[in-house]
């Protein structure tokens, strides 16, 4: 694995070992700048207007093919300009506080940003691809009833490169990055898809998801075709149409009941933008068509939302809408009162939508056993933190304050 923490290496450590954490530098980081934005940074460390084209694409280049941190190890370059840019500038990107890894080999990532509030981040191999579920937000502000997140107050917005560094630092601990330019690309690549479904409603933090996802489907980078990309939104209408229009991805709609009554409880953002206007939002959605379906996440809960008469509703929605539905097991966590639809009902729910001319594939729970559901890590770690501060203040300094970050 990468050292994720220093600028001054390009060195890996072994695979899955966690680098001692240091504070990120206060120089600008180049991480989840725009091209525009690293021309006006190096003009302003006196690089020469003429050379501002070949200088972007040579940093592109080692900060996004090759996931180099290190300016002095640029060898394209004057040494002398490498110095000045070692001292004028930063490339860092979150910093892996814990890792745990599922018998199946789900990679479940804490990490900490720039202000040392923490983000999940979940990495899924499966045969055909390696799917990243990548955070937004630190927190969420939508309270979904059923979704452990939602128990975490919203803190603020990731910034693009917070959101572009979850990638780059999970490249680092599967040693993904291409070592030299002149050497073949592999077959296929271990992470192949990214997902906004982590920490965070995407469309609330839209500049930097946008600006982010701009980055990762550069052809001279990371180079991430735009159907690999998947947004996720539990249904901010009024920036539906504006994300298919500036950014492009696929997008994907966490839908999750077939009445405004039920869906207002579990997916509270339905009381301000109803399913009605939803679908007429996801109707208008630029480039929709069979090769890019608007994807349906349904999250199936006991005898809550997974009756024949919910699967036909859900069927009726989808009436000129090009769409597929994920079904989704229920993933449970401590104190939810929600279970898991048995597996017969999840199958006779997939079998009326398939039977009605869509795809409804049954996800295969993953990473169970280390609580990959989004917000679980994370809500562990706060809760072993407040269990050993508090220890401590008990038995060392009983005035103590405790201070946890949220």
């Not at 018998?103 to 990490?111: D, M, P, Q, S, W």
């Not at 979704?147 to 601990?173: K, P």
């Not at 995407?202 to 946008?210: A, C, D, G, I, Q």
Request: hydrophobic share 35%.
């Amino acid at each position: 694995m990468t050292n994720l923490y220093s600028t001054t290496t390009c060195a890996r450590l072994p695979l899955g070992k966690v680098a001692a954490i240091t504070p990120f530098p206060a120089r600008p980081n180049l991480v989840g700048m725009t091209r525009s934005e690293l021309e006006t940074q190096l003009l302003a460390i006196g690089t020469p207007e003429h050379m501002l084209h070949l200088r972007v694409k040579q940093l592109w280049r080692w900060i996004y093919v090759r996931g180099c941190r290190d300016f002095l190890a640029m060898d394209d370059m004057a040494r002398s300009y490498r110095q000045k840019l070692a001292t004028s500038l930063s490339i860092h990107v979150p910093s892996l506080t814990k890792m745990q890894i599922s018998a199946g080999g789900t990679r479940k990532y804490l990490f900490r940003v720039g202000d040392g509030h923490e983000i999940e981040t979940v990495y899924i191999p499966e045969t055909d691809r390696g799917t990243l579920c990548i955070s937004s937000q630190v927190g969420c502000t939508l309270n979904c009833s059923f979704c452990y997140t939602g128990t975490q107050a919203l803190v603020r917005n990731l910034h693009s490169w917070e959101i572009v560094g979850q990638l780059m630092a999970v490249r680092d601990d599967l040693d993904e990055w291409q070592a030299n330019p002149g050497a073949p690309k592999r077959e296929q690549r271990l992470v192949s898809n990214i997902v906004f479904m982590g920490m965070g409603e995407p469309l609330y933090n839209f500049e930097n998801v946008r600006k982010a996802a701009k980055i990762l489907m550069d052809g001279e980078g990371i180079s991430l075709s735009r159907r690999r990309i998947t947004i996720s939104t539990a249904g901010v209408v009024p920036r539906i149409k504006r994300a298919g229009a500036e950014i492009g991805c696929r997008l994907a709609i966490s839908f999750h009941a077939t009445t405004d009554e039920l869906r207002n409880r579990l997916v509270p953002i339905n009381r301000k933008w109803n399913i009605a206007m939803l679908l007429r939002a996801l109707r208008d959605y630029p480039s929709l068509s069979n090769a890019d379906r608007i994807i349906f996440e349904y999250v199936m809960l006991k005898d809550v939302n997974d009756s024949d008469e919910d699967a036909r509703r859900l069927v009726s929605f989808l009436h000129d809408i090009p769409a597929k539905v994920n079904l989704i097991p229920f993933n449970s966590w401590p104190g939810c009162d929600y279970k898991r639809s048995s597996a017969e009902r999840i199958s006779r729910f997939a079998d009326i939508i398939y039977q009605s001319g869509y795809s409804a594939p049954i996800r295969t729970p993953r990473g169970e056993e280390i609580l990959a559901a989004c917000g679980q890590l994370k809500s562990s770690t706060l809760r072993q933190q407040r269990e050993r501060l508090s220890s401590s203040r008990d038995t060392t300094c009983p005035d103590a304050p405790i201070h946890i970050a949220n």
